[in-house]
Every structure is written in C-alpha cells, then in structure tokens.
C-alpha cells in the first residue's frame, strides 16, 4: 500500500478540515467524497481535488479501490454509516463519538472483526504529540501516583434548532460532542471501571446543554469535568499527583503546548509542538501507520478505551434519564 486512497463521508464542517489536512499529508490520496446529493459531493470534490464524487454514501462503500473511509457526520448517523462500510470490507475512521450507545459500538466492533478490517474512532486528542508528551511524563512517574483530573470544555454555542447539536434525532447535546473528551482523558489516564459515577445534566428540549461529572475510581483517584454549550471557558485540562501536575493549555483537546509542575509548584518543564498543517495530521498518520503494519486496531486510539468512554456515557446518560430518538 504505497499511497493510501481515502473516501470521505458527509461534506460538512470538520469534513473540510479532514480533506484539507489529507491534501497535506504525505501519502494520502483524496480519492472520492460522498454526500446525501450529488451536487454537493461533485462542488466538495472539485473545491478539495477528490478524484470522485458519489451522490450517496452506498456508492462510495461499494468503491473496491478505497482503502480507508472518514465518516464526518452527525453521530445519530455514525452507526448506519461505519456498518456500511465495514460490511463492505472497508477500513474504518469515524468520528467521535463514535456511537450513540455501547450496544451500537458492540455491533461495529464485531463486524470489523468478522470482516477483518480497520476500525478507529477519530479522537485526535490522543494522537497528538502533546498529550503523548503528558503521558509520557505520567509514565516516567515525573508527577507521582496520578490522583486527580480535572478537565472542562465548554463553548457558547448559540441556539439553533436545526443544528445537529441541537437536534435530538441528530445525537445532539453535549455529552457526545464535547464532553466525549474529558471523559477520554478521565478513562485514559486514570483507566478501569469507575467505583463511582455522579452526573448532573442541564437538559432541554430533548438534548443536555451543559453537563457536570465525577468519577471516583478504587484507590480514591478522581475526575471532574464539565462541559457544555452554555458557558464560555478556557477548556484547560489540570493532571495532579503526588508529587506535581501537568496543565495540558487552552482547548486541551488540540492544544500545542504542556506545562509540567514539580511538588512545589515550580515550571518544571513545558513543552511546544506546533502543529505540521492542522492538528488532525496526527490521526491520519496513526491511520496510515496501523494500515501498512495490518493492524486492524489503534495502539494510541484502541477499541477499549473508546469501549469505555461509550460506557461511561450511556450511564451518564442513564442516570439523568437522556435518551436518543429510537432507543
Ligand atoms: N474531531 C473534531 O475536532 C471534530 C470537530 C467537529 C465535529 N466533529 C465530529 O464530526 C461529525 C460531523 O460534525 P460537523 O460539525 O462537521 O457537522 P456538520 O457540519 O453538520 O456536517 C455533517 C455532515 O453530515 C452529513 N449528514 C448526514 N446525515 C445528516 C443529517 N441527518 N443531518 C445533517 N447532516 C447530515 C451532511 O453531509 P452531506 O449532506 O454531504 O451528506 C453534513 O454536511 C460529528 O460526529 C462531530 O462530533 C469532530
């Protein structure tokens, strides 16, 4: 596989910034992009330079010559959309969250295995150098027995009832689109089932606006998180332990740069890495890297970890009485 043809699925916002980045990265075809029209397939493919354009995703997944497919659309559709393209034996990238629910992302984990293929949800966030840099300093023990975790990200997002973030039929709501990365952050570093979960959900018409969580884990490790649409904050992500801290900066999810503080408080250590193009480099090159070796999982984005986030979410979800049109 010397060049990696990829199929792109949707043509919304973040599917720009995907197809901009691929043009950058070294390897990458931009072979064919999908869209519910073919007008708007045929104006992304000529705006972005995709060799094709299919005017629905059925066509794109029945295309022999893709060798993996970025799903971008609203989460309420990732279930429909990533089955059709493992059934027809396609690698797999889809957006985060991956699913709606646990037994949504069971049954495209055991497709992918039947059929032998890739599957990665796209959380950026832990392919990134930056918070590769954080855990490694974790790992090195430079701030002790991690104890505590403490990550907010929260926007104004101004009320529109036909954005799919405020459209309960789309998976809209909080919980899935921002608050999916604390929680990864939570089950990434302090891992394992929580002995704890306790959410508060600001809930109205049908989606959550702001969510507030804590998880205590066995041992007395905690996380806090809110996240949300309703308060504009810096979206820092805080990592203590015994013997310091780590601040991953602004908007931690795609923050170039990590401070790490000693017992006393001290800068101890901070580091910067630009981005190469967009920042979402990172996940195409994990993708590109899990291809050529045939891998069909992620090291840095595996199918447990996302497993264990989906969990997190459904009993957030449970506890606070959110449910998804269908469920
Ligand atoms: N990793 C990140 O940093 C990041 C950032 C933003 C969003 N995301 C994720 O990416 C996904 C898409 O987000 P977005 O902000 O790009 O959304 P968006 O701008 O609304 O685009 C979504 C696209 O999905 C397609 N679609 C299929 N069914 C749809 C439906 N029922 N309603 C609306 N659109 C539908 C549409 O493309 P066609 O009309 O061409 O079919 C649409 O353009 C979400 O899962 C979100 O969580 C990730």
């Given at each position: 596989m010397e060049k990696i043809r990829w199929g792109i699925i949707g043509t919304g916002k973040i599917a720009a910034t995907f197809a901009k980045t691929l043009a950058a990265v070294k390897d990458a075809v931009l072979y064919a992009a999908a869209s519910r029209t073919k007008e708007r397939a045929q104006a992304f493919a000529d705006e972005f330079g995709f060799a094709k354009s299919y005017g629905s995703y059925a066509e794109l997944a029945a295309d022999p010559d893709i060798d993996a497919v970025y799903i971008a659309t609203p989460m309420a559709s990732h279930f429909a959309d990533a089955k059709l393209c493992l059934e027809h034996g396609l690698n797999v990238l889809c957006e985060k969250s991956v699913t709606l629910s646990v037994p949504q992302l069971q049954e495209l984990l055991a497709i992918a295995k039947e059929k032998d293929v890739f599957f990665m949800e796209a959380m950026w966030m832990k392919c990134r150098p930056i918070y590769l840099q954080a855990k490694k300093w974790i790992s090195e023990g430079r701030?002790?027995?991690?104890r505590m975790i403490k990550a907010d990200f929260s926007n104004l997002v101004p009320y529109m009832p036909e954005d799919r973030l405020y459209r309960p039929d789309c998976g809209g709501g909080a919980l899935l689109d921002l608050t999916v990365y604390p929680l990864t952050i939570a089950a990434d570093i302090l891992g394992g089932e929580p002995s704890e979960i306790i959410c508060d959900m600001n809930i109205s018409g049908g989606v959550d606006l702001s969510d507030t969580i804590i998880l205590r884990y066995p041992g007395g490790a905690h996380a806090s998180i809110f996240a949300g649409f309703e308060l504009p904050l810096r979206n820092t992500a805080l990592i203590s332990g015994t013997e310091g801290s780590i601040i991953l900066g602004d908007w931690f999810h795609c923050t170039c740069d990590a401070v790490l503080f000693d017992s006393s408080r001290n800068e101890a250590e901070k580091i910067q890495i630009p981005n190469q193009f967009t920042g979402y480099e990172y996940e195409v090159e994990e993708v590109h890297r899990c291809l050529r070796e045939g891998r069909k999982e992620s090291t840095l984005v595996p199918h447990s970890g996302t497993m264990e986030v989906m969990r997190l979410m459904d009993q957030c979800r449970k506890q606070c009485g959110l449910t998804f049109p269908g469920e």
């Amino acid at each position: 596989m010397e060049k990696i043809r990829w199929g792109i699925i949707g043509t919304g916002k973040i599917a720009a910034t995907f197809a901009k980045t691929l043009a950058a990265v070294k390897d990458a075809v931009l072979y064919a992009a999908a869209s519910r029209t073919k007008e708007r397939a045929q104006a992304f493919a000529d705006e972005f330079g995709f060799a094709k354009s299919y005017g629905s995703y059925a066509e794109l997944a029945a295309d022999p010559d893709i060798d993996a497919v970025y799903i971008a659309t609203p989460m309420a559709s990732h279930f429909a959309d990533a089955k059709l393209c493992l059934e027809h034996g396609l690698n797999v990238l889809c957006e985060k969250s991956v699913t709606l629910s646990v037994p949504q992302l069971q049954e495209l984990l055991a497709i992918a295995k039947e059929k032998d293929v890739f599957f990665m949800e796209a959380m950026w966030m832990k392919c990134r150098p930056i918070y590769l840099q954080a855990k490694k300093w974790i790992s090195e023990g430079r701030i002790g027995e991690v104890r505590m975790i403490k990550a907010d990200f929260s926007n104004l997002v101004p009320y529109m009832p036909e954005d799919r973030l405020y459209r309960p039929d789309c998976g809209g709501g909080a919980l899935l689109d921002l608050t999916v990365y604390p929680l990864t952050i939570a089950a990434d570093i302090l891992g394992g089932e929580p002995s704890e979960i306790i959410c508060d959900m600001n809930i109205s018409g049908g989606v959550d606006l702001s969510d507030t969580i804590i998880l205590r884990y066995p041992g007395g490790a905690h996380a806090s998180i809110f996240a949300g649409f309703e308060l504009p904050l810096r979206n820092t992500a805080l990592i203590s332990g015994t013997e310091g801290s780590i601040i991953l900066g602004d908007w931690f999810h795609c923050t170039c740069d990590a401070v790490l503080f000693d017992s006393s408080r001290n800068e101890a250590e901070k580091i910067q890495i630009p981005n190469q193009f967009t920042g979402y480099e990172y996940e195409v090159e994990e993708v590109h890297r899990c291809l050529r070796e045939g891998r069909k999982e992620s090291t840095l984005v595996p199918h447990s970890g996302t497993m264990e986030v989906m969990r997190l979410m459904d009993q957030c979800r449970k506890q606070c009485g959110l449910t998804f049109p269908g469920e």
